[in-house]
């Protein structure tokens, strides 16, 4: 378990904080050493994948298209990202309905100093689950209309959320982390996009270690719905998640939350949700690895279990 100083930095308990900025650092190697092990699964199957790999910033399984439209100081860009849903599983033949943002996408090398701060894994791209949440959502944009969404931990795109307020006509989305730095950068984003459906779409930090706060007492009981990707890997974390989905939903609200199973993370996670002290505030919890054919497939292709 880990605790928080006053500075708000986290501090291991079982060890200094530079041990703890070792362990992002070994994880942070360790999922681009398994993403890249994804591409080459992906580029001896998908003909075009290569030559389209120049532009390509973050697309693990192609359900988005990105493409650098705007430059944005020497250490990030504006890029421009197209969205392509797939009705049938057959990927990138039948587009159903195209969506378009732009995001702001933090790019270049991580400096040290940026691993000193709270955490900035949503910072250092945007992660494969994330891609998986915005292509689901986007198929199933009729249950969120009128609906208020909360997306937690969404790094600094919250691209699902934002996929999804431009898609659809929800009540209010909010997009939440618990970086700073992401919050900055969803800010500048959201200042572009003026065109979303949504009207009332709002960037803010949010620490679920915090959410007892009174700065968040506003957020209680306020959402139909949560969406979350990968957020499930840090383990003194994964019970203050299951606590703000608790807080934030309103009663019957629902939380989607899609991740890899990496490790115990998922699993961990979803013992945490189904224990005594959750029995009474979430009244189902149920897995599916199989929630969506195309998405399974893909999945399973590069030896990922999302649920
Ligand atoms: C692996 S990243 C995923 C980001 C994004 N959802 C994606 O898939 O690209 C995990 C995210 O969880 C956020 N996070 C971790 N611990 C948190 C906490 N205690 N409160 C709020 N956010 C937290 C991080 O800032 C980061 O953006």
Request: proline fraction near 3%; glycine fraction near 6%; include cysteine.
């Given at each position: 378990m880990s605790d928080v100083r006053a500075d708000g930095k986290q501090k291991d308990v079982k060890g200094s904080p530079l041990s703890e900025i070792g362990r992002r650092w070994s994880l942070v190697g360790k999922i681009f050493r398994d993403r890249q092990v994804d591409r080459k699964h992906l580029s001896?199957?998908?003909?075009?994948?290569?030559?389209?790999?120049?532009?390509?910033?973050?697309e693990s399984f192609q359900l988005v298209k990105s493409e650098v439209v705007e430059e944005d100081n020497s250490e990030c860009c504006w890029k421009r990202h197209w969205l392509s849903i797939n009705a049938n599983g057959d990927k990138g033949t039948n587009?159903?309905?195209e969506v378009s943002v732009m995001v702001r996408h933090l790019t270049g090398p991580i400096m040290f100093e940026e691993l000193l701060k709270f955490?900035?894994?949503?910072?250092?791209c945007v992660w494969p689950a994330e891609e998986v949440l915005a292509f689901y959502l986007l198929k199933s944009q009729s249950k969120f209309t009128g609906k208020s969404v909360i997306e937690l931990g969404g790094g600094?795109?919250?691209?699902?959320?934002?996929?999804?307020?431009?898609a659809v006509k929800c009540d209010r989305v909010m997009l939440t982390d618990g970086s700073d730095?992401?919050?900055?950068?969803?800010?500048?984003?959201?200042?572009?996009?003026?065109?979303?459906k949504t009207q009332d779409v709002k960037s803010r930090l949010l620490r679920w270690d915090y959410v007892e706060d009174e700065s968040f007492s506003d957020l209680k009981e306020q959402f139909d719905h949560v969406i979350s990707a990968d957020c499930l890997f840090f383990d003194e974390f994964r019970s203050h998640l299951a606590h703000t989905i608790?807080?934030?939903?309103?009663?019957?609200?629902?939380?989607?939350?899609?991740a890899p199973k990496r490790g115990h993370s998922f699993d961990d996670f979803v013992s945490i949700c189904r224990?005594?002290?959750?029995?009474?505030?979430f009244s189902s919890v149920e897995v599916d690895s199989h929630f969506d054919a195309y998405i399974y497939k893909l999945s399973e292709y590069g030896s990922r279990s999302m649920v």
């Open positions: 001896a199957d998908s003909s075009g994948y290569a030559e389209q790999s120049s532009t390509v910033v973050f587009v159903e309905r955490n900035n894994t949503g910072n250092v600094m795109t919250c691209l699902a959320g934002l996929l999804l307020a431009a730095e992401s919050i900055s950068n969803l800010q500048l984003t959201l200042e572009r996009n003026s065109h979303l608790a807080t934030v939903l309103k009663p019957r609200g629902e939380a989607l939350i899609i224990s005594d002290r959750f029995k009474p505030l």
